[in-house]
């Protein structure tokens, strides 16, 4: 069994003080690793929120992430975040290829595939990479292809030591933020989708050594049960129902 993880994504929801009230809320419900019930938890807060979310969480069991990264090292690139930046921060997690990042700023999987080659070249961050279909793709049967398509662009020519670990969140688009949930089932079918193409390019051992696969998508404190028997989901990321200290505990405690 791969150790649970699950991931608060705050998004851009919270102004720098919020941020820090909600990240010391936090530091308290899961002060140290009985708390968690041995899962991992990270959170992704705002950039500007970063440095001091981390000192906050610096006692507690949280460990933190980034919502996004540069493909460049470094360089004249106006308004971005490097990974050697991340790192200097704390950051132990950065999400690759969001889809709201996909949909606002037009990043597609080649960008996704430029991050996660620098993340893992010039860091020890571990990717989030994010893979989801639309509700278009979804209703015209393309689900899958479009899945593994993702996949195979992001990950093709990437190559992964043996110390390394990376995180996959399914996060079907229409699912996000519309309290619209994916049957648990679907989920776990997906799941094995992933694994699948996953494997082809990397080969099963450094699957289920290195990757674990999770959910996101309006999962809250009163669904979170259905995803918890389920055996292809190694943990959620949570965006909605993060925001709160004591729904976000009770996702963690319910997984
Ligand atoms: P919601 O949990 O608000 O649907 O957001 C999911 C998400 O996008 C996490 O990255």
Same mark, same amino acid.
């Given at each position: 069994?791969?150790?649970?993880?699950?991931?608060?994504? %705050?998004? &851009?929801?919270?102004?720098?003080?919020?941020?820090?009230?909600?990240?010391?809320?936090?530091?308290?419900?899961?002060?140290?690793?009985?708390?968690?019930?041995?899962?991992?938890?990270?959170?992704?807060?705002?950039?500007?929120?970063?440095?001091?979310?981390?000192?906050?969480?610096?006692?507690?069991?949280?460990?933190?992430?980034?919502?996004?990264?540069?493909?460049?090292?470094?360089?004249?690139?106006?308004?971005?975040?490097?990974?050697? &930046?991340?790192?200097?921060?704390?950051?132990?997690?950065?999400?690759?290829?969001?889809?709201?990042?996909?949909?606002?700023?037009?990043?597609?999987?080649? &960008?996704?595939?430029?991050?996660?080659?620098?993340?893992? @070249?010039?860091?020890?961050?571990?990717?989030?990479?994010?893979?989801?279909?639309?509700?278009?793709?979804?209703?015209?049967?393309?689900?899958?292809?479009?899945?593994?398509?993702?996949?195979?662009?992001?990950?093709?020519?990437?190559?992964?030591?043996?110390?390394?670990?990376?995180?996959?969140?399914?996060?079907?688009? %229409?699912?996000?933020?519309?309290?619209?949930?994916?049957?648990?089932?679907?989920? @776990?079918?997906?799941?094995?989708?992933?694994?699948?193409?996953?494997?082809?390019?990397?080969?099963? @051992?450094?699957?289920?050594?290195?990757?674990?696969?999770?959910?996101?998508?309006?999962?809250?404190?009163?669904?979170?049960?259905?995803?918890?028997?389920?055996?292809?989901?190694?943990?959620?990321?949570?965006?909605?129902?993060?925001?709160?200290?004591?729904?976000?505990?009770?996702?963690?405690?319910?997984?």
């Amino acid at each position: 069994m791969k150790q649970k993880i699950i991931i608060a994504n %705050w998004k &851009m929801k919270l102004n720098i003080k919020e941020s820090l009230e909600l990240a010391r809320e936090y530091a308290q419900k899961f002060a140290d690793e009985a708390a968690t019930g041995g899962k991992e938890i990270a959170v992704c807060p705002a950039n500007i929120a970063l440095r001091e979310a981390k000192d906050i969480f610096a006692p507690s069991a949280v460990k933190i992430g980034a919502q996004n990264v540069f493909w460049e090292e470094q360089g004249a690139f106006t308004g971005e975040i490097s990974v050697t &930046m991340l790192e200097e921060a704390g950051c132990q997690y950065v999400i690759i290829g969001h889809s709201e990042r996909r949909q606002y700023l037009l990043e597609n999987y080649e &960008m996704a595939h430029l991050k996660l080659k620098t993340v893992l @070249d010039h860091s020890n961050i571990i990717p989030i990479v994010c893979v989801g279909e639309s509700l278009k793709e979804k209703e015209s049967d393309r689900r899958d292809y479009v899945i593994i398509d993702q996949i195979q662009q992001t990950f093709g020519g990437v190559q992964i030591l043996s110390q390394q670990q990376v995180i996959i969140a399914y996060e079907p688009i %229409w699912a996000i933020g519309t309290g619209q949930v994916i049957k648990p089932a679907d989920a @776990d079918t997906m799941h094995e989708i992933i694994h699948a193409a996953l494997v082809d390019l990397f080969g099963i @051992d450094v699957i289920n050594k290195q990757f674990r696969i999770i959910y996101g998508g309006s999962v809250d404190s009163a669904n979170v049960s259905d995803f918890s028997q389920l055996d292809n989901i190694d943990g959620l990321l949570v965006g909605g129902a993060s925001l709160k200290a004591e729904d976000f505990y009770k996702i963690v405690k319910g997984i």
